[in-house]
């Protein structure tokens, strides 16, 4: 089994096979990130806002633990309940299509919430056992927007450009302990229920102030016209390869849109 660096001596008694933590796991990447992770033989503690075991197999390698990112009771309760872990990936999201004129800023909040604060909150819980056991990957899950200029994601890119900036900074705090910190950007996926989420279960013309209708519609005549797209799996293969690099790479494209993006950047 593949040894992420630090290597096992310094994993704590009673602590052999490795085990990652996901957030966000009971649809999209999440899951198939928990799905690949088993797959290599990983312990995997898969969790969510609302716990559905019946959503991945039934093994002694995965456990669904509740955990809303927004909630620092709930983060407590959530990594007691896991006890050490080796990888954290932070893939829990909110995402947002919009119109910024016509974004109500209570939902501005809520994005950031979840993508951003929640993403520091989780990750602030792990590193006293990385820091202490001398080894530890986190893992931060943003998107190819943070990578182009992209409308309609003002609010979303906003909160995924400050994990990278948070990410690229952590990483430099972490160095000296021998832990990781890493961003996988995924590009667009047809297959995730992103579009209906992204409008928070109404539509993006509620959005969208009538002087921005034309835009808007060419904008989404673009991307649903775009031939290349990535797939769950390419984030799944892209999270393990952050997982077990050790070359200091901070960054990790996901899926052929977004390593065309970050190789035109």
Excluded at 27 to 38: N, V
Aim: proline share 6%.
């Amino acid at each position: 089994m593949p040894v992420l660096p630090g290597g096992s001596h310094h994993i704590a008694k009673g602590h052999t096979m490795k085990t990652v933590l996901i957030t966000g796991t009971s649809s999209g990447y999440g899951r198939e990130t928990a799905l690949y992770f088993h797959s290599q033989g990983w312990n995997v503690i898969a969790t969510m806002r609302t716990p559905r075991p019946d959503l991945l197999p039934d093994s002694d390698r995965i456990r669904v633990v509740e955990l809303d990112v927004t909630k620092p009771e709930s983060i407590t309760a959530a990594f007691e309940a896991a006890g050490p872990i080796d990888v954290l990936v932070n893939n829990a999201g909110v995402p947002s299509i919009s119109v910024f004129e016509g974004t109500p800023m209570a939902r501005v909040r809520e994005v950031f919430e979840t993508n951003t604060f929640g993403v520091m909150a989780t990750t602030q819980a792990v590193l006293p056992q990385f820091r202490e056991r001398g080894s530890g990957v986190v893992i931060n899950v943003t998107s190819s927007v943070v990578l182009g200029h992209m409308p309609l994601s003002a609010v979303y890119k906003a909160s995924k450009i400050a994990i990278e900036g948070f990410t690229s900074s952590l990483a430099l705090e972490l160095a000296p302990f021998g832990v990781q910190a890493k961003t996988v950007e995924p590009g667009a996926c047809l297959t995730t229920n992103f579009a209906a989420r992204a409008t928070n279960g109404g539509t993006l013309d509620a959005l969208v102030p009538a002087p921005y209708a034309a835009f808007v519609q060419k904008t989404m005549d673009d991307f649903t016209g775009q031939d290349v797209f990535t797939k769950e799996s390419d984030v799944a293969e892209t999270v393990w390869r952050a997982a077990h690099d050790t070359t200091g790479q901070l960054r990790f494209p996901a899926g052929p849109d977004a390593v065309w993006l970050a190789q035109a950047k």
